[in-house]
């Protein structure tokens, strides 16, 4: 229970060693994208890639081949789908979701709340969290693709470009 063989230690030391090595040259020639959190999409392929990394060290029916095919795998399909973003609006539509105001020069946009099931007081934390103690000082809040809230301060707000592809749907 508590050690089973030298030869399973050596084993995972050099599996270990080989898959990370693996995982982190294809991480380089795949670019910065791959484990980027832009949405929902990429944070699945980071968190599938450091599963497929602990169940290349740990299972010992999983060969370094099959591991290093499954990294192959999904570093290829994440690459496909940003690729495919990028050159179709339509399949960028279906794959990724728009930034969404739930707060805007003094109203909490409710219809955006509960659609994101997100509470006033979730943004009061956000609000917090950037060191803003009252909404007073804030012109905006987004929920963002990648599900981080983003609090606006009055004072740094630029109304052309700042908010221009937010949802501004006002219940």
Do not use: C, H
Not at 95 to 111: A, C, M, R, T
Not at 120 to 133: C, D, F, K, P, T
């Amino acid at each position: 229970m508590f050690f089973s063989s030298w030869q399973d230690i050596g084993r995972v030391l050099l599996i270990g060693l080989l898959s990370y090595a693996s995982l982190v040259l294809f991480l380089r020639i795949s670019g910065k994208r791959t484990l980027s959190k832009m949405n929902a999409f990429d944070l699945v392929v980071t968190v599938a890639l450091g599963s497929t990394l602990a169940t290349i060290l740990l299972n010992k029916k999983v060969s370094l081949a099959e591991g290093l095919t499954a990294f192959t795998l999904l570093i290829g399909l994440q690459y496909i789908v940003a690729w495919l973003s990028v050159r179709s609006s339509k399949f960028s539509e279906l794959i990724k979701s728009n930034p969404d105001l739930l707060y805007y020069q003094g109203s909490f946009i409710s219809s955006s709340l509960r659609k994101n099931r997100v509470l006033e007081v979730e943004v009061l934390q956000a609000a917090r969290a950037q060191g803003i103690s009252s909404l007073k000082d804030v012109e905006a809040v987004v929920l963002e693709t990648d599900g981080n809230i983003s609090v606006i301060k009055k004072s740094s707000f630029s109304s052309s470009s700042t908010l221009s592809n937010v949802s501004q749907k006002k219940s």
